[in-house]
């Protein structure tokens, strides 16, 4: 199933990329999390897209 609603996806992308991921373990915390809740590690990365520099 894909979704082609642009919109949609938009609504979608937002709720999934507003998270941080843990580096040490990889777990999704909280967008406003400060420390992984599963492992305490405060090595946390937000979840976004990156696009390519070059
Ligand atoms: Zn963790």
């Known amino acids: ?3 082609l609603d642009p919109e949609l996806m938009k609504i979608v ?3 999934v990329l ?3 991921v843990c580096r040490r373990c990889g777990a999704l915390n909280p ?3 400060t420390r ?3 492992c ?3 090595n946390l ?3 976004k ?3 390519s520099k070059k």
Do not use: L, Q, T
Request: glycine content about 0%.
């Open 31 to 33: 967008p406003s999390a």
């Open 36 to 38: 992984c809740r599963r």
């Open 40 to 42: 305490r590690s405060d």
């Open 18 to 20: 507003n998270k941080k």
């Open 49 to 51: 897209k990156e696009v």
């Open 45 to 47: 990365r937000p979840k």
């Open 13 to 15: 992308e937002a709720r």
């Open 1 to 3: 199933m894909v979704i």
